[in-house]
Protein backbone atom coordinates (compact mmCIF):
# COMPACT_ATOMS: atom_id res chain seq x y z
CA UNK A 1 0.00 0.00 0.00
CA UNK A 2 1.49 3.36 -1.20
CA UNK A 3 1.49 6.08 1.26
CA UNK A 4 -0.86 8.01 -1.21
CA UNK A 5 -3.22 5.44 -0.64
CA UNK A 6 -3.05 5.35 3.18
CA UNK A 7 -3.35 9.17 3.26
CA UNK A 8 -6.43 8.67 1.52
CA UNK A 9 -7.82 5.52 4.05
CA UNK A 10 -6.91 8.54 6.74
CA UNK A 11 -8.75 11.35 5.03
CA UNK A 12 -12.06 9.59 4.26
CA UNK A 13 -12.42 8.32 7.83
CA UNK A 14 -12.15 12.28 8.77
CA UNK A 15 -15.34 12.82 6.78
CA UNK A 16 -17.08 10.86 9.97
CA UNK A 17 -15.54 12.62 12.48
CA UNK A 18 -17.02 10.79 15.62
CA UNK A 19 -15.59 7.62 14.26
CA UNK A 20 -12.59 9.11 13.79
CA UNK A 21 -12.51 10.82 17.43
CA UNK A 22 -13.59 7.26 18.73
CA UNK A 23 -10.93 5.45 16.77
CA UNK A 24 -8.34 7.42 17.97
CA UNK A 25 -9.11 7.37 22.07
CA UNK A 26 -9.96 3.36 21.56
CA UNK A 27 -6.25 3.42 20.04
CA UNK A 28 -4.93 6.06 22.77
CA UNK A 29 -6.85 3.76 25.42
CA UNK A 30 -5.09 0.50 24.34
CA UNK A 31 -1.60 2.21 24.36
CA UNK A 32 -2.39 3.23 27.56
CA UNK A 33 -3.82 -0.27 28.96
CA UNK A 34 -0.25 -1.89 27.99
CA UNK A 35 1.44 0.91 29.51
CA UNK A 36 -0.14 -0.05 32.99
CA UNK A 37 0.11 -3.64 31.91
CA UNK A 38 3.65 -2.97 32.01
CA UNK A 39 4.27 -1.25 35.18
CA UNK A 40 1.60 -3.89 36.88
CA UNK A 41 3.47 -6.86 35.38
CA UNK A 42 7.22 -5.49 36.20
CA UNK A 43 6.76 -2.80 38.68
CA UNK A 44 5.26 -2.03 42.16
CA UNK A 45 1.54 -1.09 40.45
CA UNK A 46 -0.93 -2.12 42.80
CA UNK A 47 -4.87 -3.40 42.81
CA UNK A 48 -5.89 0.12 43.76
CA UNK A 49 -3.62 1.78 41.30
CA UNK A 50 -4.43 0.00 38.47
CA UNK A 51 -7.98 0.78 38.41
CA UNK A 52 -6.67 4.83 39.33
CA UNK A 53 -4.58 4.17 36.30
CA UNK A 54 -7.65 2.84 34.42
CA UNK A 55 -10.11 5.61 35.23
CA UNK A 56 -6.81 8.16 34.17
CA UNK A 57 -6.46 6.04 31.01
CA UNK A 58 -10.07 6.76 29.69
CA UNK A 59 -10.23 10.27 31.01
CA UNK A 60 -7.56 11.06 28.83
CA UNK A 61 -8.09 9.07 25.70
CA UNK A 62 -11.90 10.75 25.46
CA UNK A 63 -10.08 13.88 25.93
CA UNK A 64 -7.92 13.31 22.91
CA UNK A 65 -10.26 11.30 21.09
CA UNK A 66 -12.59 14.29 21.12
CA UNK A 67 -9.57 17.29 20.05
CA UNK A 68 -9.08 15.17 16.88
CA UNK A 69 -13.24 14.78 16.01
CA UNK A 70 -13.62 18.55 16.76
CA UNK A 71 -10.54 19.47 14.01
CA UNK A 72 -12.22 17.08 11.64
CA UNK A 73 -15.63 19.97 11.74
CA UNK A 74 -15.85 23.70 10.97
CA UNK A 75 -18.31 24.33 13.96
CA UNK A 76 -19.90 22.55 17.00
CA UNK A 77 -16.51 21.23 18.20
CA UNK A 78 -18.36 20.30 21.78
CA UNK A 79 -21.24 18.76 20.09
CA UNK A 80 -18.76 16.70 18.54
CA UNK A 81 -16.08 15.97 21.18
CA UNK A 82 -19.56 15.09 23.44
CA UNK A 83 -20.85 12.37 20.88
CA UNK A 84 -17.57 10.71 20.49
CA UNK A 85 -17.54 10.46 24.62
CA UNK A 86 -20.41 9.61 24.34
CA UNK A 87 -19.74 6.76 21.97
CA UNK A 88 -16.69 5.47 24.08
CA UNK A 89 -18.70 5.30 27.04
CA UNK A 90 -20.78 3.02 25.61
CA UNK A 91 -18.54 0.84 23.93
CA UNK A 92 -17.21 1.00 27.04
CA UNK A 93 -20.49 -0.08 28.68
CA UNK A 94 -20.47 -2.81 26.38
CA UNK A 95 -17.70 -4.40 26.91
CA UNK A 96 -18.20 -4.25 30.69
CA UNK A 97 -21.65 -5.37 29.93
CA UNK A 98 -21.13 -8.08 27.68
CA UNK A 99 -17.66 -9.46 27.93
CA UNK A 100 -16.77 -9.35 31.81
CA UNK A 101 -20.26 -8.38 33.19
CA UNK A 102 -18.84 -5.70 35.27
CA UNK A 103 -20.83 -2.41 34.59
CA UNK A 104 -23.79 -1.75 37.38
CA UNK A 105 -26.51 0.43 35.49
CA UNK A 106 -26.73 2.70 38.45
CA UNK A 107 -25.93 6.33 40.02
CA UNK A 108 -21.91 5.88 39.77
CA UNK A 109 -22.21 4.18 36.53
CA UNK A 110 -24.56 6.84 34.83
CA UNK A 111 -22.21 9.47 36.11
CA UNK A 112 -19.18 7.84 34.56
CA UNK A 113 -20.75 7.74 31.44
CA UNK A 114 -21.99 11.72 31.62
CA UNK A 115 -18.42 12.34 33.08
CA UNK A 116 -16.88 11.17 29.62
CA UNK A 117 -19.89 13.43 27.69
CA UNK A 118 -18.51 16.24 29.83
CA UNK A 119 -14.97 15.56 29.30
CA UNK A 120 -15.57 14.92 25.53
CA UNK A 121 -17.26 17.81 25.03
CA UNK A 122 -14.55 19.71 26.92
CA UNK A 123 -12.37 18.51 24.68
CA UNK A 124 -14.47 19.33 21.41
CA UNK A 125 -14.11 23.23 22.85
CA UNK A 126 -10.20 22.83 23.23
CA UNK A 127 -9.96 21.08 19.35
CA UNK A 128 -12.28 23.78 17.81
CA UNK A 129 -10.54 26.24 19.46
CA UNK A 130 -7.14 24.83 18.52
CA UNK A 131 -7.83 23.99 14.75
CA UNK A 132 -5.84 25.28 11.73
CA UNK A 133 -7.75 25.88 8.32
CA UNK A 134 -6.09 24.29 5.42
Do not use: K
Not at 60 to 74: D, K, N
Not at 92 to 118: C, P
Amino acid sequence: MSSSETSLNVRSLRRFPILYGCFWALFLAALGIIVVFLMAQYGSLEARGITTAAYIIHCIAVFFGAVAASRCVTSRGWFYGGVTGLLYALIMVAIGLFIYNTFTIDASGLFRVLLMAVIGAFGGMIGAATRRDD
